[in-house]
């Protein structure tokens, strides 16, 4: 989560000053304007929020997408405004979901500065965040919002541990490892995104071998341990390469999953049908340009 350029950094900022946003303060980082009618619960149903997997050369981005037609609305760089009213780009995104209608993001670590493993809200037109909270539990990747339980849950930076946030007047800074996912054989969780369907709400997690492996789809209890497997996603030579970022579309009634190439594949579809098939085919459906590290819609 390095600094962007000079000339960017002063780009933005001139952006910045063009916008009166209404905002509070903590830790002296501004909180993106909850008044936002982008950020508004009615407004979600038509839209998918995704981050890019941070690399050296592409840092990390919110996109939003047309529900409708997978089509790119909007990209935008995310940064805080620091001590000095400056903005400082944060270029390691690792998780996205919506709480109560607003834009939620989790980033990553590293030793360059403050901002590491912290839970923001995000202005998904501007880019513009305030810091929530710090996680204690190190990175969470791979979030979504639990409306039920009014929690959030994630991976524990991309591997078989669950992680739960809580609010609990702490502003979200309840942290917790839950447990391990088990049952998971040598496939490592990639994905997680919470589904309503005749069971109920329930966390759906995505798996990967790497190359060679298809994706395999399975639920996880609230409280972690065993993984009940409930099939795999095809096209394998599309899904097999890389993070398996996944997000329910309720209005969809269907699952949207990273297509895992670092060419910027996209995404890709699949009804979301109980029992799933054996093997789930999977269709284009938007996204272009983009390798997703997560991918969230809401369940409003």
Request: proline content about 3%; charged content about 10%; glycine content about 10%.
């Amino acid at each position: 989560m390095k600094r962007f350029s000079f000339f960017l950094s002063l780009a933005l900022g001139l952006f910045v000053t063009a916008f009166s946003i209404q905002s509070c303060q903590k830790d002296q980082i501004q909180v993106a304007d909850a008044s936002d009618p982008t950020n508004l619960a009615g407004d979600r149903a038509v839209v998918v929020y995704g981050v890019s997997v941070f690399n050296a050369n592409n840092p990390s981005q919110l996109s939003t997408m047309d529900a409708a037609t997978g089509n790119v609305l909007n990209t935008v760089a995310v940064f805080v405004l620091d001590a000095n009213g400056q903005p400082f780009f944060l270029n390691d995104l690792k998780g996205v979901c919506v709480v109560n209608g607003q834009v939620f993001v989790t980033t990553g670590f590293n030793a360059v500065d403050a901002y590491s493993n912290m839970l923001i809200k995000v202005n998904p037109q501007t880019g513009q965040a305030g810091v929530v909270s710090y996680s204690t539990v190190g990175t969470v990747s791979d979030i979504d919002y639990d409306e039920a339980n009014q929690a959030i849950y994630g991976l524990s930076n991309n591997t078989n541990r669950l992680v739960r946030i809580l609010d609990n007047g702490t502003n979200w800074g309840n942290y917790a490892i839950v447990g391990n996912i088990t049952n998971m054989g040598v496939y490592v969780a990639k994905g997680l995104s919470m589904v309503r369907d005749a069971l109920g709400d329930r966390i759906i997690i995505a798996s990967t071998i790497g190359a060679g492996g298809n994706a395999r789809i399975h639920s996880v209890p609230a409280g972690a341990g065993p993984a009940t497997f409930l099939g795999t996603v095809n096209p394998i030579n599309e899904l097999a390469a890389g993070h398996c970022g996944i997000g329910f579309d309720i209005d969809l009634n269907s699952m949207l999953i990273n297509r895992n190439s670092n060419a910027g594949l996209g995404v890709n579809i699949f009804p979301w049908l109980v029992p799933l098939p054996a093997a789930s085919a999977s269709v284009f459906w938007g996204g272009t340009g983009i390798n997703f590290e997560d991918l969230s819609s809401d369940l409003n």
